[in-house]
């Protein structure tokens, strides 16, 4: 099965099984916005909690705040986002479809690179065990060329993007003979920038004064209650603020699911450190969040770094870490390491010092912020796409399981009485009645054992356990376990600590 195959049926899973529902589906849907349904809700508060417990439980001198969605509109000036959160977007006049100019660049140089990996395991094939990639990358005629060629895009792509030139963004698109994938064709119009803010009306003024913007990102709710925080949490230089919340962004091209919405959730954490003291605090930042990543244990080969060459208005260091999706590695989390800027600006446009007294040097500054910005849906797909299995067993019979890590599930233990006479289903919720307050305990007692242990499988539950006529007498159940699908026998009074023990 191609990755697309299992991409398409990991979507109508997560959807049968009430994970996922586009939004609004009754009216056909709306698009690039989901709704999380009764086992998604649950994942998606499990990761939420897995974070906050990470950067906020653990840590002494990181807080964590709500602010609200609406800010003051001055925010989104002194941010830069009025300005320059922009997208460069270009349309194909056949087609009528709209993309972004620089993501056509980088599939165009995706597909170069493409052609370099086939030709190293041609070569690979070819020298069998005698193989040298490091020397066949570095001598190979057509490797050689194709490199060049992706590397001289992307360079001018870079340039063209930090100065602003749309005209030349443009010109490349042209220059590598870039085709509507729709139409077919190069009928491009020029390329224009586009802001990715939401805008609404504050109360019932609809003139230009009542514009606010739904956030683009949950930081700067932070950086505007840096102060607050600081002062009434006593907090001392380097501190963490943390937040969960919603952002928006009108995306010009939406796709691939819950990866790139809307209307998203993002989990984020600014870090305020001493100037001069930002680059150890952002190498610092960088690995312990790919610790967390590497503790849900999707697989360490599934994460990597990416560098960013083009730095936003507000960073002088960024990276990325990504995912290897079903549709390849792209982006999961940013690490940025966002200098004084936000902070001075605030300063700036309010008027108001954002300054921290540092009573070790004796010196008042305006601190440096490292921030670490988490997509949640990406993370929720992140968690589903290496869970989701479709498996043959020894049997001859098939199944789906999502292999969710057991901290995260959305259901940690089913409880199933055998069969629904005899007086079973009454132990058995008798034992549900002890453990729910302990963790999502799920009830079922439809259809065959076989049955309801697919369904548990499906959903990703780590543990089941099933009452017969011999736990009448003593006490002892049955425990299944979703990824061995082995079996023990063991005391009721143990399964709380076994169901424990692997969260
Ligand atoms: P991209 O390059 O993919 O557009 P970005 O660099 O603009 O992402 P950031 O501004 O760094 O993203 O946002 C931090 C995190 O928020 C991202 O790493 C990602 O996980 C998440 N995120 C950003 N945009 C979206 C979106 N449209 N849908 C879902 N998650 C998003």
Redesign the pocket.
Known sequence: MTSEELFKNLIAHAKEYGFIFPSSEIYDGLSAVYDYGQMGVELKNNIKNYWWNAMVRQHDNIVGIDSAIFMHPRIWEASGHVGAFNDPLIDNRDSKKRYRADVLLEEHIAKIEDKITKEVEKGRKKFGGAFDEAQFRATHPNVLRNAAKAAEIRENMNAALNANDLDVLKQLIIDCEIVCPVSGSRNWTDVRQFNLMFSTQLGSVSDEAGVIYLRP?TAQGIFVNFLNVQKTGRMKIPFGIAQIGKAF?N?IV?RQF?????E?E?MEMQFFVRPGEEMKWYEYWKNERLRWHQSLGLGNEKYRFHDHEKLAHYANAAA?IEFNFPFGF?????IHSRTDFDLSRHQEFSGRKQQYFDSETNENYVPYVIET???L??TFLAVLSAAYCEEQLANGEERVVLRIPPVLAPVKLAVLPLVKKDGLPEKAREILQTLRSDFNCQYDEKDSIGKRYRRQDAIGTPFCITIDHQTLEDNRVTIRYRDTMQQDRLPVAEVAVAVGSFQ
Not at 258 to 262: A, P
Not at 330 to 334: D, I, M, N, V, W
Request: glycine fraction near 10%; charge should be negative.
């Open positions: 990102e962004r995306e939406a819950i990866f790139r919405m809307r998203f993002q990325d792209k982006e999961l989390e940013g910005s988490i997509g849906d990406r």
